[in-house]
């Protein structure tokens, strides 16, 4: 019973110890159950967040050490040969997957473009649909008062003037929803007319300064848009900023844009580990990021404002930028 318990203590082998054995054992005697063995180490390669560079470094110290004790031409290209092998099977989970967060990529990018369809469809109807409705109404209201006396027709006057705020409202709505400039002039516009409207309405002081011009594909001006969107509505009303700063240029391979304020902060790893806190803006933000091959950064602190870096490759932001209309 003691040896039993000590043999249940034993332990774990290291990945790279567990790694060394099994490629010797595969090495040396072949077969279908060592090859099993490097493929659940591959899964566990995964569970342990090793990178690829990691695993090819280990796996060229183990072969060098092979090869250093093997000797002869022959059986060093046999070597050669059984790690090549040991290294395929090692990998193939990697590749399984790639090919799973690929097709969740496609997946995710087909869902926010059917979104973005659906709310320019809905943008739309309100604009022209409402605003259709109203011109109706106000005509009406124009019949109605030719036939009143002067009193009421001041009353039809004072309606007239809140259906006018109505239609405004309405329109300023359907225009943040899915603002015609983005897809006429392209994303920075958009976020200039957006931050003037955010700016209006919070009294939030905000700036935006680019050193790049032209357009992107479809996809990633949405997608930027979106979040520049979700950070200025969360510093209007969570941040407590007096001001925005928006800074957009090209550094090396990547573009970036950058979002400051001068708000309250917060504490990054209390949010990031409480997912009730983290909530839909955080997660849909990253999502969006994920879909185009994007990073976020976020770099805050309790009562020294926020900032967020979103980055881009140069190979997704120079993509083909013809948009489907």
């Given amino acids: 019973m003691k040896a039993a318990a000590k043999r249940s203590m034993k332990p774990r082998e290291t990945f790279e110890e567990e790694y060394r054995a099994a490629l010797s054992n595969y090495a040396r005697h072949g077969g279908e159950a060592a090859l099993d063995r490097a493929y659940e180490l591959g899964r566990r390669a995964i569970a342990e967040k090793k990178t690829l560079m990691e695993i090819a470094s280990l796996h060229h110290q183990a072969l060098h050490g092979m090869l250093a004790d093997a000797g002869e031409t022959a059986r060093c290209k ?41 709310i320019k469809r809905i943008a739309y109807g309100v604009h022209d649909e409402a605003g259709q409705i109203l011109v109706a109404v106000h005509l009406a209201l124009a019949d109605l008062a030719r036939e009143l006396p002067e009193r009421q027709k001041e009353q039809v006057g004072r309606i007239e003037e809140l259906l006018q705020q109505v239609e405004g409202q309405l329109r300023r709505y359907s225009h943040e929803l899915r603002p015609t400039v983005l897809d006429d002039l392209g994303w920075i516009p958009a976020i200039r007319f957006l931050a003037e409207g955010v700016s209006k309405r919070a009294h939030l002081a905000i700036r935006v300064k680019t050193t790049i011009a032209g357009r992107l594909p479809g996809a990633v001006e949405t997608a930027l848009y979106r979040i520049v969107q979700e950070v200025l509505t969360n510093a209007a009303k969570h941040a407590k900023a007096s001001q925005v700063w928006i800074r957009i240029s090209r550094k090396k391979s990547r573009l ?56 881009l490759p140069t190979e997704v932001s120079n993509a083909n930028p013809r948009r489907t209309r």
């Fill in 78 to 118: 046999e070597l050669v040969a059984a790690a090549a092998d040991f290294l395929a099977e090692i990998l193939s989970p990697f590749e399984m997957a790639q090919r799973g967060v690929q097709d969740a990529i496609a997946a995710l990018r087909q869902f926010n473009e059917t979104l973005e369809e659906e």
């Fill in 256 to 311: 970036c844009c950058s979002i400051e304020d001068d708000g309250v902060g917060f504490d990054i790893q209390a949010v990031q580990s409480d997912w009730r806190r983290r909530g839909l803006g955080l997660i849909g933000m990253q999502e969006r990021l994920n879909a185009i091959g994007g990073t976020l950064s976020i770099d805050s602190a309790p009562g020294q404002g926020t900032r967020l870096i979103i980055q």
